[in-house]
């Protein structure tokens, strides 16, 4: 049984009630409060304070300050008006009554309190998401700007460029065209007749000019002839231009192939009950492929299973296992399996960009069927770069990407 708090005080005015509780010695920490229109609670254990009011108050703008000792309460009355009594006399059934509304009253006011604040979260956060996604909008569209700008800056340089060899090109033909109408006219000119000893001699002034002339003529070069010049280019694996690919990696990617064939003879101690064929990862491998276009995924199962044992270095045979194990709802399987392959898939060259595109859109999509969308999301951008172009990546990845949205709204 608690015990009933009796020396407190109390005073008002016509618009206010003023109550002050002594705390006997509770720090202010242990007390509590509870207040509405009719009732105030004071519970600091083993004491225990309750009134009954004589006029409703307003509790939304009631005050209390615990401190100093005491508990003083401020409340506003609803009617203006001087009061008999600070408490009511009411039975027990009343007074029953009346303790569980108030404590109903408060746990409805605390789940507002609590919705309001949820409420106010998830605003921010969606105002904090648009902000992000704005500023982000603003950079890419800051950095296309630049690209745009640099782009028409060096499509101007190239065009220039081209005026310039267009103008060179001109002048040399031109100047080439002068030099076979003067040699043409050369060998137009009539030979004169040598003139008789004793009829004229050209004077010494004259033979200069005539020099002059046989000499300008001799300097002036030969048309150049036609001819024709095949040019070989060093054979490559990749399809890119050797100054567009990256050596290292390339060579690090056919070193990899390379041992996995090597690799496929390996282990047969233990497998000698197989026929020729089955020993074949690459028989094997089509026969899983045939089982899973015919819709037998576990056949298909069992034969890369078998292939995986004959050889773990073929990244084709995790990514259709993997394949195999989505249709059969073994998503974990299926992630484990894709992750393989995306490891067997390194370096990341031209030549393995398909199948590293289907591991990612494997993984992704089995992340997304366990509900894990900003995993499965991850994934798919990753897909979206080998391939930027592929509009049903763009879609599954926006539906995705709303998804992912609207989870962070609910939550």
């Not at 001087?82 to 408490?87: G, I």
């Not at 569209?141 to 060179?168: N, S, V, Y």
């Amino acid at each position: 049984m608690p015990l009933l708090v009796r020396d407190y005080t109390w005073t008002q005015t016509e618009t206010t009630v003023y109550i002050s509780v002594p705390l006997k010695g509770v720090k202010p920490a242990k007390v509590d409060v509870l207040c509405t229109e009719e009732f105030l609670k004071v519970s600091f254990p083993p004491f225990l304070f309750e009134a009954f009011l004589s006029e409703p108050v307003d509790d939304d703008k009631s005050v209390a300050k615990l401190g100093n000792g005491a508990a003083v309460f401020t409340l506003p009355k609803k009617k203006e008006g001087l009061w008999t009594q600070l408490s009511r006399d009411v039975d027990k059934a009343k007074q029953r009554e009346i303790r569980d509304e108030a404590i109903l009253k408060t746990q409805n006011k605390a789940a507002e309190k609590s919705k309001a604040k949820a409420a106010k979260i998830q605003q921010e956060k969606k105002y904090t998401l648009e902000t992000m996604m704005k500023l982000e909008e603003e950079e890419q569209a800051r950095i296309q700007t630049m690209k745009d700008k640099e782009c028409a800056r060096a499509t101007a340089e190239l065009e220039a460029w081209k005026e310039k060899q267009r103008k060179t090109a001109e002048e040399e033909e031109a100047r080439r065209m002068l030099q076979g109408a003067n040699t043409q006219a050369d060998k137009q000119v009539p030979k004169q007749k040598k003139p008789e000893k004793a009829a004229q001699t050209p004077s010494r002034n004259e033979g200069r000019i005539n020099s002059g002339k046989r000499d300008k003529q001799k300097d002036v070069p030969a048309p150049r002839s036609v001819g024709c010049i095949k040019i070989s280019f060093t054979p490559r694996v990749f399809p890119t231009a050797l100054r567009e690919s990256r050596v290292p990696e390339e060579e690090e990617w056919l070193r990899k192939q390379a041992e996995a064939r090597r690799m496929a003879s390996a282990d047969l101690a233990q497998l000698d009950d197989l026929k020729e064929e089955e020993k074949n990862p690459d028989w094997l491998k089509d026969k899983g492929d045939n089982f899973f276009r015919t819709g037998n995924c576990q056949a298909a199962v069992n034969a890369y299973n078998l292939a995986i044992k004959l050889n773990r270095h073929v990244p084709a045979l995790f990514s259709n296992r993997a394949a195999c194990h989505l249709k059969l709802r073994n998503l974990h399987k299926a992630i484990e399996d894709s992750s393989q392959a995306l490891e067997l898939l390194t370096p990341a060259v031209a030549d393995n960009a398909v199948a590293r595109l289907r591991a990612h859109v494997r993984r992704g999509t089995a992340f997304c069927e366990l509900e894990l969308y900003i995993e499965g999301l991850q994934d798919y951008q990753a897909a979206l770069k080998i391939d930027p172009n592929n509009q049903a990546l763009q879609a599954d990845a926006s539906k995705i990407r709303e998804i992912v949205q609207g989870t962070m709204s609910s939550s």
